[in-house]
Every structure is written in structure tokens, then in C-alpha cells.
């Protein structure tokens, strides 16, 4: 298990954030907010694909509004997420938000964040200081080079921290996002110096969900492996619960999130394979898709590197010309014809 950096403990309504609890996968609904019937709706099935936390965009009167309805609805604690609005921040505290995020880059005048930070302690409302780096370009001095982007968004966040200590608040989670992989990385890794409130970690503008898996799994891989990051939330176009799986996938990978689906391991083939390797394997895959136990099932072209893959399986077909070598918790089971193989298998899944 990779060793988690110790931080302040937040509540967020039921759910814990910080280094005592797990990770916390979020997600943010994309409809509009204002439409409470399909926004409970799509709350409730990003709790059920394993949302933890859910963020709604509150940009009006009316969002906070239909907001207070929806916290009525729902089972999973919810954020506000405000940008420009002193007053929607306070009015989506008041409607029963667990968390609202506030961005440094637009909000700035100290007696509306004062104002803020009152409302929120006074409802036992956690803050998300959340930097973007898109936000801090139009300050006054004009455009900021590349270089002196990660300083300008760590400025920002002890400036507002500053003041969110000073009126003794500590539920806090920091976040810095860009949608550059490097400098999210980079500006991270000096909050985890500088402060030990959790963390939250994600890209700005992942793309499109084939572009943003793998910037999206650098990012927030490297820095969860560095043991920095609290809660995540993949950024990606379009519908909500492909995040939601690339952030699990990001977890699952690293050790820090249990599958409850079985996970397919299959070769890469190459010319010492005697049977199509990748056909089998979505064979495999179907006839296994109703299990809903983290097995391990390796499908492998030859017995080069399939014995020791099967070793570290729960079950496991080696094959070689018109026959495949079935294996159960890395113990030799039985040979099979190649049309044999998938029945061979299920009868293995079945003594497990």
C-alpha cells in the first residue's frame, strides 16, 4: 500500500476527507441545475457507478434555489460550486450544502469572503479553496508566463487560507488545477509542503474522455502514488459516469480502490501465439461479465509468460495450438480443446 501524506481531517456531511479515510471519488452533474427532476436522477446514478461526493454548478438565484430542493432528495452529500457570487455562496450554504468551492481567482473582496467563511461555520459547511490556473491570467500585472504560473496560483491559496485561519476555520480542502499535466503536478506537490489540509486533485479541460484518460492518469497517478490527494474527480466532455470510471481505474491501478468486477489480464501477443489471443479474451470477458468479485482472469498466447501470469491469478488459460491449459489459483487444472475452454473456465469459476 503507498503511504499517504497525514492530513487535517474534513467532514463533508457523512463522507470524511483526509489521509484517515479513503480516497473520495466526485463527479459533477451536467445538467442543468435548475432541472431538479433530471439532476436527482443523475445524482442518484453517480452514487450508485461510486460517487462519494457530487458537485452542482449554482451560477443564479434560481440554481440555489433548485439546489435546496435537490439536497432534499438525494442521499450523498452536495457542493455548491460557485465562481463569481459572494451571495450564492451563502445562499447554497443556507440550502444545505455540505461543501461549496469557492475560487480565489474570482472572488476577492475580504469582507465577502469574510462574509463566506461566517455563513459556513455557522452550518458546519466544509470549503473547497479551489485555485484554477485560468483564473489567475487576467490579474491586473497582465498575462503571467509559464514560469510564474505555479507561484501566482500557490500565492493565491495561502492568501485565502490566510484569512479562513485568521477567523479560526479549518474545514478545509486546497485544490490548484490546470489542464497542463506537469504544472499540476509541480503546483500539488508544493501545497503538500506548504499546508496539511487535504487535497483535492484533478485537470482543467481533460478533453474529450478518450483524450483525458491517460493526461488525467499521469496527473493524478503520479501525485497519488507521491501519496498526495484526498479526493479526485476526472475531468472529461461529456457524460459524467465515464469519469467516474477512469478516476476508479486511476484508484484501482495504485492499490487504493477495491474492484468488485473481475480484472482481465491478457497478453499482448506477438508471432509465438498459435490461437487468436484477443478473440478469446472477449469471450472470456463476456462469459465473466456477471461476476461481481475483484477475480483476476489471464488469458495468455503461450507458455512463455503464461504459467507465471497464472500463477498470480485466480484462474487462467495458457494456450498453445488448438487447446488451452486451464489453471486455478496458479495450481494446473486441466487441458482442454480450444472450443472447450470458456465452458473449462466457468467450471473452475464455479468451484471458486
Known sequence: MLKRRKTKTVRVGSV???????????????????????????????????CELVRLAVPTRADTAAFAKIVQKVNVPLIADIHFSPARAIEAIEAGAAKIRLNPGNIKNRRDIIRIIDAAAMHKTAVRIGVNEASIRDLKSGDVPVGRRTALM???????????????????????????????IEVNRRIAEVFDYPIHLGLTHAGLPEDALIPSAIALGTLLADGIGDTIRVSAAGDPFTEVGIAQLILIALGLYERSEPELVVCPTCGRAEIDVVKLARRVQKAVSDVDKPLRVAVMGCIVNGPGEAADADLAVCCAKNKGYIYRKGRKRTIVAENKIIPALLKELQNL
Request: proline share 2%; charged share 25%; net charge positive.
Open 154 to 184: 500557490l500565492k493565491e491559496m495561502k492568501k485565502y487560507v490566510r484569512l479562513f485561519e485568521n477567523r479560526g476555520f479549518d474545514q478545509l480542502v486546497l485544490s490548484a488545477k490546470s489542464s497542463d499535466v506537469l504544472r499540476t
Open 16 to 50: 470524511k476527507i483526509g489521509s484517515v479515510a479513503g480516497i473520495v471519488v466526485q463527479s459533477m452533474t451536467k445538467v442543468p441545475t435548475t432541472d431538479v427532476g433530471r439532476c436527482v436522477r443523475q445524482v442518484t446514478q453517480l452514487v450508485g457507478a461510486g
